[in-house]
């Protein structure tokens, strides 16, 4: 399992008009929580696209618990817990940093693809990676 932690900060941009983090906003959490995920373990996004993969999000899902607040500091929780054969499952936990309430939980599943578009298995190099800190 792979487990990080990244940490983020609610902007007013980030707020509807009742001062409460906008729903799609999670998925913006996620996706820089996956992005400093993969760099930490010493994957980086845009060597996987110019060895002609791509990784796209072929399934979302959010369960929203409590909101979040304009200048509430959060923790994003990223988790894998397999290593993918064909597709990728990123787990994801927002907690509140002050209190440690749990906001929200979700998860992305993740299929490699050629250039086309066509579903492919994950690259060696990848799975290496992976299986280096898993």
């Known amino acids: ?11 007013y941009k980030d707020v509807d008009q009742m ?3 906008y729903y799609n ?7 820089a929580a996956r ?3 993969l760099r930490k373990i010493g994957i980086d996004v845009t060597t996987i696209e110019t060895s002609g993969y791509y990784l ?3 399934t979302s899902h959010c369960e929203y618990l409590s ?9 994003v929780e990223t988790v894998i817990r397999e290593l993918p054969k064909l597709k990728l499952k990123i787990e994801y936990v927002v907690y509140r940093e002050k209190n440690k309430e749990k ?3 979700g998860h992305t599943i993740h299929v490699f693809t ?19 800190v898993f």
């Open 67 to 75: 909101g979040a607040k304009f200048d509430d500091r959060l923790i």
């Open 56 to 58: 796209p999000v072929i």
């Open 114 to 132: 050629d250039k086309n578009g066509k579903p492919v298995r994950p690259p060696k190099d990848f799975l290496h990676q992976l299986n280096k």
């Open 103 to 105: 906001l929200v939980t």
């Open 25 to 31: 906003r999670y998925y913006e959490y996620f996706e």
């Open 19 to 21: 001062g409460i983090v």
């Open 35 to 37: 992005t400093e995920l």
């Open 1 to 11: 399992m792979i487990r990080f932690e990244y940490n983020t900060h609610v902007y």
